[in-house]
């Protein structure tokens, strides 16, 4: 079992920057993949940013050149910088990690891109 908790959400103005951080723990030593989804109000959750545990990266064509996923030294740790950020970004972000193929996720954390 992986238990995620992410951070870093919150209100920010259009162009703004935010950080969202999530820890993982327990089996993480068989964590394949982290990454990032967001889900707005009435739409599907929706991939935003991956990272393997090779460090290969992937992005949504949306987040692409403002958004940048990367992982911590301890490789529990993923981290989602989020730059010149848009109204359209404004969604729950929900961290995931594959481990045997079986996805886990995190609690979710808001982020509002608002004037």
């Known amino acids: 079992q992986v238990q995620l908790v992410e951070s870093g959400g919150g209100l920010v103005q259009p162009g703004g920057s935010l950080r969202l951080s999530c820890v993982a723990s327990g089996n993480i030593f068989s964590i394949y993949t982290m990454g990032w989804y967001r889900q707005a109000p009435g739409k599907q959750r929706d991939l935003v940013a991956r990272?393997?545990?090779?460090?290969?990266?992937s992005y949504a064509d949306s987040v692409k050149g403002r958004f940048t996923i990367s992982r911590g030294n301890a490789k529990n740790t993923v981290y989602l910088q989020m730059n010149s950020l848009k109204p359209e970004d404004t969604a729950v972000y929900y961290c995931?990690?594959?481990?045997?193929?079986?996805?886990?996720w995190g609690q979710g954390t808001q982020v509002t891109v608002s004037s």
């Open positions: 990272i393997t545990s090779g460090g290969s990266t």
């Open positions: 995931n990690a594959v481990v045997m193929g079986v996805s886990h």
